[in-house]
């Protein structure tokens, strides 16, 4: 297991490290830049600007710096979003906000999600189940705005005026339309991969054991088949998670919500370089170490997996 941990975490960082070059390349060879935007710039105004935050060097000398500021801890600062101020700092103050609405959505995401692919897989070709799989893919198929739209137009504008339109000012019921919108499109898919999985192994000899002992239905599906369909579904959850728990970029921008994932947005018009390496990096850090939880959870689900280093 020790092993298998320290190569993982090679592994991240070797990754990191790619994303980090791969980023900074392609951000620096599209046209443009941060300071093309000023009104009335002069020639020798932008050269300073260029200057003074080390823009005016070679792309490679660029790379290496920061690198090596990276390490040090020095994510650089943003360069038109807030001025001058630290991007590890912005990053922290808007994080927290996208993550409540993350961890909300989450948990009802996973909970429906998984209620109504059992329910589907234990009345397979039922109504109930074929409403369900309906239900499931329309959730998947319509657009995270288009969802978020529809929302705002039918309970918060035109039709009944029950939640706010935009931000979160307004205590809990200012969560209820972000965090439906953000969980839906999850909720339906992690239905669906339950379902799939639920109903393989349903059909496993052990079912129909604990069937025939006289076994109450709630206790064969919670108890003895979920454990094993849950693996699929602990797969997709890890991406998953890191996408919810940085807010959603449609979410926040339809909903004026001030979280990452709208400064990231923001940050990529206005060409904020460094705050775009820095919310970059930040999203692939935590995909990869959701990535690696799900590793380590499938062995708490199953102790029978075996990891890649473990000796069987």
Same mark, same amino acid.
């Given at each position: 297991?020790?092993?298998?941990?320290?190569?993982?975490?090679?592994? *991240?960082?070797?990754?990191?490290? %790619?994303?980090?070059?791969?980023?900074?390349?392609?951000? #620096?060879?599209?046209?443009?830049?941060?300071?093309?935007?000023?009104?009335?710039?002069?020639?020798?105004?932008?050269?300073?600007?260029?200057?003074?935050?080390?823009?005016?060097?070679?792309?490679?000398?660029?790379?290496?710096?920061?690198?090596?500021?990276?390490?040090?801890?020095?994510?650089?600062?943003?360069?038109?979003?807030?001025?001058?101020?630290?991007?590890?700092?912005?990053?922290?103050?808007?994080?927290?906000?996208?993550?409540?609405?993350?961890?909300?959505?989450?948990?009802? *995401?996973?909970?429906?999600?998984?209620?109504?692919?059992?329910?589907?897989?234990? #009345?397979?070709?039922?109504?109930?189940?074929?409403?369900?799989?309906?239900?499931?893919?329309?959730?998947?198929?319509?657009?995270?705005?288009?969802?978020?739209?529809?929302?705002?137009?039918?309970?918060?504008?035109?039709?009944?005026?029950?939640?706010?339109?935009?931000?979160?000012?307004?205590? *809990?019921?200012?969560?209820?339309?972000?965090?439906?919108?953000?969980?839906?499109?999850?909720?339906?898919?992690?239905?669906?991969?339950?379902?799939?999985?639920?109903?393989?192994?349903?059909?496993?000899?052990?079912?129909?054991?604990?069937?025939?002992?006289?076994?109450?239905?709630?206790?064969?599906?919670?108890? %003895? *088949?979920?454990? #094993?369909?849950?693996?699929?579904?602990?797969?997709?959850?890890?991406?998953?998670?890191?996408?919810?728990?940085?807010?959603?970029?449609?979410?926040?921008?339809?909903?004026?919500?001030?979280?990452?994932?709208?400064?990231?947005?923001?940050?990529?018009?206005?060409?904020?370089?460094?705050?775009?390496?820095?919310?970059?990096?930040?999203?692939?850090?935590?995909?990869?170490?959701?990535?690696?939880?799900?590793?380590?959870?499938?062995?708490?689900?199953?102790?029978?997996?075996?990891?890649?280093?473990?000796?069987?």
């Amino acid at each position: 297991m020790v092993s298998y941990i320290i190569k993982r975490v090679l592994l *991240a960082l070797l990754t990191l490290l %790619f994303v980090v070059c791969l980023t900074f390349i392609l951000m #620096n060879t599209v046209p443009g830049g941060p300071f093309l935007q000023e009104k009335a710039i002069s020639a020798q105004t932008m050269a300073a600007l260029e200057a003074k935050y080390g823009l005016d060097k070679p792309l490679p000398v660029q790379l290496k710096n920061y690198i090596v500021g990276i390490l040090q801890g020095d994510f650089g600062v943003s360069l038109k979003m807030q001025k001058n101020r630290p991007v590890l700092t912005i990053i922290m103050e808007m994080f927290p906000v996208s993550a409540r609405i993350g961890v909300i959505a989450l948990v009802w *995401a996973f909970v429906a999600g998984v209620s109504f692919g059992c329910l589907a897989a234990y #009345n397979r070709g039922k109504w109930l189940d074929n409403l369900l799989q309906v239900i499931t893919t329309l959730g998947i198929a319509f657009p995270g705005f288009v969802i978020a739209t529809a929302l705002l137009v039918l309970f918060a504008g035109g039709v009944w005026h029950i939640f706010p339109t935009t931000g979160l000012g307004r205590g *809990a019921i200012a969560y209820v339309l972000p965090c439906f919108t953000l969980g839906l499109s999850p909720m339906c898919s992690i239905a669906r991969y339950t379902r799939s999985s639920m109903l393989d192994v349903l059909n496993k000899e052990y079912i129909k054991t604990a069937k025939a002992y006289g076994h109450s239905t709630p206790l064969i599906i919670f108890k %003895f *088949a979920l454990r #094993n369909a849950l693996i699929p579904v602990v797969t997709y959850m890890g991406p998953m998670i890191a996408a919810i728990l940085t807010g959603g970029f449609v979410v926040e921008t339809v909903f004026n919500i001030p979280g990452l994932g709208r400064y990231f947005i923001q940050s990529i018009s206005n060409r904020d370089y460094p705050l775009i390496m820095g919310t970059t990096i930040f999203f692939a850090a935590l995909v990869i170490i959701m990535s690696f939880a799900v590793d380590i959870l499938y062995k708490v689900i199953d102790p029978r997996i075996q990891l890649s280093n473990e000796v069987e």
